[in-house]
C-alpha cells in the first residue's frame, strides 16, 4: 500500500507558478506509475499528467503542455508538478495518484492509490 501526500497549492496571480509536490510511504515508489489529475467545483476529476515509474516518459493534458513539467525523484518518494503560466482555468483542487501496473493511464479509474488533494487558486 501506499500513501500519498500532496503539498504546494495556493493562492497565485494569472501568469504565475507554483509547484507541486507528493511524497510517497513506502519502499516501493519506484514501482508505480504516478499522475497528477485535478478537479474544479461541479466537475470530474480530470488528468492533467502522468509519469512512468522511471520517469523516462510523461504524458500531459492538451490544454497544460508547453506550460506544466512532471518529474519525480524515486530517491526521495516524490512527485512533482511544476506549473508555469499559470490561467483562472486551472484552479481546482489538485490530486496525486499511484498506478501500479506501471502504464500511463489518463483515466482516474485506472490508479489505485490517491492523496488528499491540494488547492490551487489563480486570481485574474
Do not use: H
Not at 56 to 73: E, M, N
Amino acid at each position: 500500500q501506499v500513501q500519498l501526500v500532496e503539498s504546494g497549492g495556493g493562492l497565485v496571480q494569472a501568469g504565475g507558478s507554483l509547484r507541486l509536490s507528493c511524497a510517497a510511504s513506502g519502499r516501493t515508489f519506484s514501482s508505480y506509475a504516478m499522475g497528477w489529475f485535478r478537479q474544479a467545483p461541479g466537475k470530474e476529476r480530470d488528468f492533467v499528467a502522468a509519469i512512468s515509474r522511471s520517469g523516462g516518459s510523461t504524458y500531459y493534458k492538451d490544454s497544460v503542455k508547453g506550460r506544466f513539467t512532471i518529474s519525480r525523484d524515486n530517491a526521495k518518494n516524490t512527485v512533482y508538478l511544476q506549473m508555469n503560466s499559470l490561467v483562472p482555468e486551472d484552479t481546482a483542487v489538485y490530486y496525486c495518484a499511484a498506478e501500479r501496473t506501471g502504464v500511463l493511464y489518463m483515466k482516474a479509474a485506472a490508479y489505485d492509490y490517491w492523496g488528499q488533494g491540494t488547492q490551487v487558486t489563480v486570481s485574474s
